[in-house]
Every structure is written in structure tokens, then in C-alpha cells.
């Protein structure tokens, strides 16, 4: 029987990881003398531990927790069972460190049971997970200049979802430091989960005066104290502000950041298009059939191509022509974007770490994945080749969107531009050969033809050579660095 706590998404913190956070949030205090420290969800109570262990007084914790089960840390810390989202303690605190629960609207019944109350509070940022309200209370409830030290879920980086989150972060604390912690760092406790350590301090004031963050990128191990240089970067927080959606860009070069900033030019303006057919039970609605032996009146679907798939692959799934009739009688049958239907264009993986592109052939229908379609078809090869190449790939994963999933939202915003004549013919040539290689024999290798788009989309884009390191080097294992 699992606790409250851990059933609302909460795990035992490693102590290597506590002792960081802790030694990091009393570094950015600017006295030790008649603090006040807040552990909202003090659980195993290592928070506290950790910082009776660096000198402390017992006298100067906070802790709550609402899992009666659980004993107080320690006999002279205050401790309170509470709800720590239900109190009221504005501008209290000194400090707050800890690990809140992670714990989506779909996966706990807290978010139903208190919808009201969560809505009033915390509707401004966005209601998606538990550990996001716990940083918006939290800042609530520091005293102006207070630090804050949370380990959460990561994806508040840049998932769609978190954009007011990141705006108000941006508005209400200058941000010290971000710290992408190992990947495995929680599967002791058989959660699969990707975490950040983010320490903030809340604002004096509404003057944003220039902020330099301190951003460490995934780590291997817990060595907070020593990481590898090349994962470390110092960046004004002004560049988050000026990001697509305040996106929080860790360890990104510099070069490829000035692409997003300020207004540039996305790739939406020359490339439309978007999710198609949502069957709701593809089971009911789409075959699959053996090569060469598709009913005349069932037609290609293209609804998830994945990494092997780049370029052109040929149809897994068909669906009925008279697929209009569903509409009418299938409550849950959605459809979108009509009018690109049957038309060429290029269907994107939206599932999984990897992402890739490939032809989407003329007489076919797409499913909720991206499915783009240049303004002038002509275009196409041009479109399909940049999609594969590694910077791309680099953008959508790593600045735009860290998260398994890629819609076609997040593909229009890569930066655009617009390459001489040469160097778009290049890759139109580029792309066309290997569409026909992969259509006489889907397992042809690309390594080479893929050499001379990725050169080509560097040369475009102007990346410097170390960048483009960078970038060849995040690619070839996007599992572990992202």
C-alpha cells in the first residue's frame, strides 16, 4: 500500500542530490542567522536531515506533510500535517527546499477533488502538475529575496503547457541556476522520470535588473560540485524572455540560440499544414494490409513514422475511402485540415525521442501526427531535407521541445531561413536521390547522402564548428542527453 504522498507523486530524494540542493540554497542565503527554512512535502524527512547535518538549529525548520503515517523528522522541528497547496502563509519564509509530488490532472484525483479552489489559485499558470503548483505556492510564500530550491519533473523546460509557468518564473524570481540531474537519478524508486534542480530567488522588486543563470546540462552522474565543462553555461536571463513560448534552452550554443530570439522569421510561414484524422479507435477504422495487396477503395494513412522511417517509408495503415461517413456517426471521429488532404507533402514522427520526416505521397490521408505542406511543392524535397538534418532535429528536441511529444506546433516554430539558390538545390537533388534510393530499397544507407544535408543546413544556418560538435554529438545519443 502506497502512502498519500507517493501515490500523489512523490520519491525519496538520493542523498548526494539533498546534500547539493541544500549546501547550493545556503549558499545563496544571504544570512544564517533568524531564518526560516520550509520543507512543504517533507516526506522521509532527508530535507531536514541534510540541513540539521549542516548547522541548522532545529528551531529555524518548517516542515509539512499530509500523510499522517509519517513521523516528524525531528522533535524540535515545527511540523504540521497540512496541505501544503491549502495554506496560508504569504511571504513567511527565508527559504524552501525540497521534492514535491509529480503528479499530472490525469493521474491524481487531487486535481478533480479540489477544482475549484486550484483554479482560483493557480489558473493564471496553467493547472497541469502538482510540482508546478508547489514552485508558484512556494514563491507566495518566500519573503521578497527569498531563495527557493526544488528538484521537479522537467518538463516545465519547454513543454507548451508550462508557458504561463515560465512567464511567471520569469516575472517573479531571477533564476540562479537549472541543473538537468542524471536520468536515472529516480529509478531506485522505479520512476522513469527526467528531473531539473532549480533554485530561484524571489524578487525585491519589478525591476529586472540583468540576471546571469548558471545552467548545467543532463548529467551522468551526481556530481553537482565538479560537472564537465562542456555541460555548463553561464546565460542572461533575458534570453529566456526573448525565446518562442520563454522557452528555458539549457546549454544551447549561442549560435544556434540567436536564431529564436527577438522576431524572427519561423518556418509556419512557409510551411502549412497540421494534425488530419483522430479515428478515436484506430482499431475500428484501419487496416494494415501486405504489400502489393490493398483494396482498391482503402487509402494509405500515414499516423506515426518513427526514426527509421526518415525520408520515405511505405504505407503501414489504410483507411476506407468512405472514412466521411464516420464523421457523422462516430462521436469521437475528428477530422482537421481537409483541405490538405490527398495532397504531397511530408508526415513527421510525433512520438518517441527521435524525430524524422519523410514523403507523404500524393492520394493519402494523415493522422494527428505533423504533416506539412510547403506553399510551393516544388519546395518539398527542400523541406524534407531540412526537417532530417541534425540541427533541426537538435532545435525541435532540445530547444523547442524536450518532451516525447512533437506536434506540428513545435515544428513551426524552427527558425527559418531562407538559403541561396545553390545551396537549395543541393538539397532538393539531395533529398529526391534519397527518397528514390529508400523507394527501391527501404534499408539503403543514408550516412553519406545525410552528410552533405547536415553540411549544407550548417553552412545555411551559419553554425560554427564546435556547434556543430555539439549538436552531431546530442544526436547520436538524444536518450541520454536529453
Known sequence: MFSPQRKMGQYTTPKETVQYMTQKLLSELPKKSGLKILDPATGDGIFIHTLLEEGISAKKLYALDIDRNIAPPH?????????????????????????????????????????????????KIGIHNLYSLFIHKGIQCLKPGGVMTMIVQDSFLTNIYYKNFREFLLKETEIKEIVLAPRRLFHKGKADVRTAIITLKKRNSKRHAPQQMRLVDRLKVQDYDHPPEDTVQFLSQQTFWQMPSYNFAINVPEDILRHFEASYEPLGSVLNGGTGISTGDDRSFLRTFEEGHAPS????????????????????????????????????????????????????????????????????????????????????????????????KYMVRKVLNRTNMITSGYIKKIPYIEPDPFQKQVMIETARSIVEKKKEDPSFPTNDWQTIVDQTVYDIYGISSSSRSEVHDFCHDIMEKI
Not at 348 to 373: H, K, T
Request: hydrophobic content about 30%; charged content about 25%.
Open 297 to 392: 477503395d482503402w487509402i494509405p494513412f500515414y499516423k506515426n513514422g518513427g526514426r527509421k522511417d526518415a525520408w520515405y517509408y511505405k504505407p503501414k495503415y489504410y483507411i476506407h475511402r468512405d472514412w466521411p461517413a464516420y464523421v457523422q456517426r462516430e462521436g469521437n471521429f475528428t477530422v482537421r485540415n481537409r483541405s490538405y488532404f490527398y495532397k504531397k507533402g511530408i508526415t513527421c514522427s510525433s512520438m518517441g525521442v527521435d524525430f524524422s520526416a519523410a514523403l507523404l505521397p500524393e492520394g493519402s490521408l494523415f493522422g494527428v501526427n505533423a504533416n506539412l505542406f510547403p506553399e510551393h511543392e516544388e519546395d518539398l524535397y527542400y523541406f524534407l531535407g531540412l526537417l532530417n538534418s541534425k540541427l533541426i
Open 75 to 123: 522533535p524540535d522541528v515545527h511540523f504540521y500535517y497540512e496541505d501544503f497547496l491549502k495554506v496560508n502563509q504569504s511571504e513567511q519564509y527565508d527559504a524552501i527546499i525540497g521534492n514535491p509530488p509529480y503528479k499530472s490532472k490525469r493521474q491524481s484525483p487531487y486535481f478533480s477533488e479540489n477544482q475549484e479552489r486550484i483554479q482560483r489559485e493557480f489558473g
